[in-house]
Structure formats: C-alpha cells, structure tokens
C-alpha cells in the first residue's frame, strides 16, 4: 500500500511528538511507530527536564555542568542552543499549563541529579514526568496527525538523485511505502541490545540501522551510558530506579549497609553516572549485591509512586528501606549525525532526540539533559521544516542493488548477552575483538536484500548493524573517556580529544569534527 504525505515522523516519543505538534499546523503528517504509541522511553522518563528555571540557576552553569559531565566532547555551540532554547521552550510549558510538581507558593519543586551543579530538575507527578510530558503533548496533538502504531520501519527510499522521498514499514497490516517531502527518524536509542537495560525491548536502534544502511552519517557509537540503578530482582533487570531517588537522600549500600561511594568521589551517590556504576560493577562482580538505602527519604511512596509500584510489583519490601539495584543499558550518545535542525548528511532526512547525533551529550551525557533535547531539538527542526515548505517533485525511486541474503546472525538473547559481556561499562580490546569476530562483516550486513524478512529477523538484522558500528568504534578509541573504562588503556589520552569515530558510505573515519567542514586532518580506514 502507498500512502503520500508531507511529513512523516518515524516513533512516538518526546522528540516525535514536540515536532509533531508544531508540523501540523502547516503540513499533513503522518506518525508510524513500532508498538503502541506509549511504549517509548520518553513515556518511561521518571527524574524529569533539566532547564534552567530559577533565578539562583544561569544558562552558563548548565553548559558547563554538560561539558564536564561529558569530558568536553561536545559540539559546543549545540549545547548552548539547546541550554539557552530549551530553557525559553520549557519556560513557555511552563505558562502553557504543562502540570509539573509545584511548591505551595507556586514555583516549580526543582529537583537535583547527579554532576548538577544546581536544582534544576522539573519533575510531574514525582517521578511520573515522562508519561505526563507525553500525555500532554498527545492531548495537545490534533485528530488529522494519523498515529499509525505497531508498524516498524525498516528501510528508506532515496529517488534518483539520492534525497530521501519515503519509507518502507512492516505491520499488521502488510506492507506499506509512505512518500513524503520530509522524513523525520525519531526512533529512539538502542538500549535493547543489552542484557541488562533500562529501555523497552523495542529500542533496537532501527533508524541508526536503516539509516546507516541508505548511505548517511553515524558517529559516537562507542559511548553507550549505563545506568548505575536499575531494580534487580531474580537475576533481570526490571525498570529503572530513578536518580532524582539518590537526589532525595537514596544512598547506595552493601548488603551490611555500608555506603559504596564513600571515598570514591566528591559528589559521593551524585558523582557521574559512570563513576556510581563501576562502583557498583565492581562490588557485583566480587559477589557483593547492591542496593540503595531509602530509609532516610520522607513520604518515598507520594514522591516516587511509579518506582514504589514497580517494586511492590517484584515483591520488594520498602520497608526495609533497601532496593536492590544493578546497572544496566540507559542512552546512546551516538547516532546519526545530525545539527540542531534535525538535519542529517542525506537531503530530506532528520533524525532528532536520542537516535541522533548533536554532539550535545558528549561522551557522557548529564541526568535529564535528553528530554530537553527532544523537546528544544524537536521544535528547532519543526520551524526549519515550515521554513523549507514543499519542495521535492522528483518520486521516482532509485532501486537499491542490495541483494544479499541474510548471513547467519547470532540470537537476540546471544547477541545482548555478549554486548554485556564484551562491550559493556567495562571493556579491552581483547574482548572488543573477539566479540567483533563473532559478527558477520558489515558489508555482509548492508547488502542484505530486505524484501520477504519476517519482521523478527529485520529487528535482528538491525541490531547486528548497530552492534557493530559499536564494537568497532569501542576498538578504535584507544582510552577511556566519559561513559565506559577500558582496562586497558584507562586514561583520557590527549590526542583523541576533539576526535570523532564517524561510518560513512562504508567507511570508518577519524576526524577532528562531527561535521565535513572541518574534515582537513581527517584520515579514513575501510572497514569493509
Ligand atoms: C527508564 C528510563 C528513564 C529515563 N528518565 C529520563 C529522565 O528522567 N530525564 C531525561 O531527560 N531522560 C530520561 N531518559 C532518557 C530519555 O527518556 C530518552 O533519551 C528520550 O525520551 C528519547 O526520546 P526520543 O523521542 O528520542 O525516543 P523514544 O522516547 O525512545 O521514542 C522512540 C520511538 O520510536 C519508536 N521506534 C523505534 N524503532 C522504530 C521503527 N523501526 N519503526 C517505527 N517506530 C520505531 C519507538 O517505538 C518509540 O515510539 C530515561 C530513559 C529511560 C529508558
């Protein structure tokens, strides 16, 4: 089935929705997504939005807070965009009606997360700021938007010029070719392919994938964050236990209540992501188990309901004060190169939110920075796009050549259980290796002819991509910086400041930019 339209937008979360809300008015749009239209991790978000709200707070100390927390890997005039846009955006909700937890005196109830110099953490119905944000904007979101759900794209068309026109998605009800002048992939991160992870199984980092595979630019995918509390019960992940907890008094302890962080770091239970969770690995591995002690939080149920639920639902008795946690998966730093227009290296294609690659997170990103990016992003591309109106009159479709059949991949469960093993918060090249010898070659992976693929082996076929874009950028990155360690090279090495690992048209490269224009000292590898 054929379906022409304007706009269409690929996933339902914060970014899609944002942008969605400001297309409509101009354009005819139409919204595809995976599974139903919360199942999203912005539906999930529990802590809230960074953005800078009060008078104590400045744009300049949110920036900086960015840029620390990501070991100043950072495009840096797209962290100002989206610290000083956001914060207007936000401010603008804020008068709109968005219904964020208040004091009694009417101003914000501003939360603290970790390497947050400052309380500046909105948060709506305690840690329900995710679902109430989304709900929000789907109310706001006019009947003519059409919300196609439990339809997975899975390959774009290019005309014969090369720009992105359409998109092919798989659903209940068959195939469908959607032609549109504007393409936007807001699909998401790739969580999903741990083990151990905070995401819905549905982020399997499909627009990376299909993205990669029509010729665009990805870069960053060595930084993958991982989040120090995930609830840990009979050997599974089974949802994340927020930050904004440990922000509340929440400490991380032993088995014998001991505090974990106690002479690790300044910022003790709020240091970095990635300082908490190798603490945390490393008890575990010893045999140790972990928790976060909440007797010291008043009224834990009327703040965190959802985190309360979640552990009456897995029998966790609260109170006893202690919440068994592990870490896990949480948010991709990398993604399709894009600016802070959602532009991307193919004509007609954006991508936007945690799909995309800003250089706003850095190597590390700061707790609740990413809804403050689909929001600010989602609508800087939207007024981009209205600017640019129709343009494309050019739908006949170049025939992609791929005509590989699919090689033989590694199961879900195999392929999430070594990128926990191999590529985890923890990594060396040994390892790096020997799990990238267990993939097949990239160039097996993007000629795989898609047509007839149930649409189980289509998200397999993805995930393989996208898990090798990362092992080989992990590889490449001889130190350690931001998110993971690598035991084997375990310091921040001087040359690989200001360096980029960027695949592209079947190459992997080394440049001192996100973006071509600075390409000059770039040196290329083939990775084929
Ligand atoms: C449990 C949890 C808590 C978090 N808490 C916070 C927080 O408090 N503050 C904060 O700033 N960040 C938080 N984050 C991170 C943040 O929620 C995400 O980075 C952000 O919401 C991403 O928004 P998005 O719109 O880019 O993608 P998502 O919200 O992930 O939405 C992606 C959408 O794309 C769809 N999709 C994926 N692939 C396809 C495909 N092939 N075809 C069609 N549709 C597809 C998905 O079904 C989904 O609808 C949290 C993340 C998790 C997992």
Request: proline letters at 2%; one cysteine or more; glycine letters at 8%.
């Amino acid at each position: 089935m054929d379906v022409m339209t304007d706009v269409v937008i690929i996933g339902s979360g914060i970014a899609a929705l944002q942008a969605a809300l400001l297309l409509e008015k101009h354009f005819q749009v139409q919204i595809v997504t995976k599974s139903a239209v919360h199942v999203s991790s912005s539906y999930r978000a529990q802590g809230g939005v960074a953005a800078v709200t009060s008078e104590e707070d400045h744009v300049e100390y949110h920036v900086a807070d960015t840029l620390k927390a990501g070991e100043y890997h950072h495009e840096k005039g797209h962290v100002e965009a989206l610290i000083q846009d956001g914060a207007k955006i936000i401010n603008n909700y804020l008068k709109s009606g968005l219904p964020i937890d208040r004091h009694s005196n009417g101003k914000p109830a501003l939360g603290l997360e970790g390497a947050h110099s400052h309380h500046r953490i909105l948060h709506a119905g305690g840690d329900r700021t995710g679902q109430i944000f989304i709900d929000y904007l789907l109310h706001k979101l006019s009947p003519k938007t059409k919300i196609n759900c439990y339809e997975m794209a899975y390959e774009l068309l290019l005309n014969t010029d090369g720009d992105c026109v359409g998109v092919l998605t798989k659903g209940r009800h068959g195939i469908k070719r959607y032609f549109a002048h504007h393409i936007i992939l807001a699909t998401g991160g790739a969580g999903a392919l741990y083990s151990c992870t905070s995401n819905y199984p549905t982020n399997t980092g499909d627009g990376i994938a299909l993205a990669f595979r029509a010729g665009a630019a990805v870069s960053d995918m060595e930084f993958m964050q991982f989040h120090p509390s995930l609830l840990w019960c009979e050997n599974k992940a089974k949802g994340l236990v927020s930050e904004a907890v440990r922000g509340a008094g929440g400490i991380f302890v032993d088995a014998q209540r001991h505090s974990i962080m106690k002479g690790l770091h300044a910022q003790l239970d709020l240091a970095p992501r990635h300082i908490t969770a190798l603490a945390l690995y490393h008890k575990r591995a010893a045999g140790e188990e972990t928790f976060i002690d909440i007797a010291g939080i008043n009224n834990f149920r009327t703040r965190f309901p959802t985190i309360a639920q979640l552990c009456d639902d897995n029998q966790i008795d609260l109170q006893n004060g202690l919440i068994p946690v592990a870490p896990g998966s949480h948010f991709l730093m990398g993604g399709i190169i894009a600016d802070d227009k959602g532009r991307t290296t193919l004509a007609n294609l954006y991508a936007v939110g945690e799909v995309a690659c800003t250089g706003v997170h850095g190597a590390n990103r700061l707790a609740s920075n990413s809804l403050l990016e689909g929001i600010t992003f989602g609508q800087k591309m939207a007024q981009f796009i209205i600017q640019k109106g129709y343009h494309q009159k050019n739908f006949i479709l170049h025939h992609s050549k791929c005509s590989n059949t699919l090689p033989s991949l590694l199961s879900k469960e195999q392929l999430q259980q070594q990128m926990m093993q191999f590529l985890g918060i923890v990594r060396n090249n040994e390892d790096m290796q020997h799990f990238a010898q267990q993939l097949p070659s990239l160039q097996l992976l993007l000629h795989v002819h898609l047509q007839g693929l149930e649409q189980a082996e289509l998200e397999l076929l993805m995930m393989h991509i996208v898990a090798t874009l990362m092992v080989h950028a992990a590889i490449t990155r001889t130190e350690t910086r931001g998110a993971h360690i690598r035991t084997d090279q375990p310091k921040i090495e001087a040359q690989w400041a200001n360096r980029w690992i960027i695949f592209s048209q079947g190459q992997m490269k080394v440049r001192n930019s996100l973006y071509e224009y600075h390409q000059a000292r770039g040196n290329a590898q083939a990775i084929f």
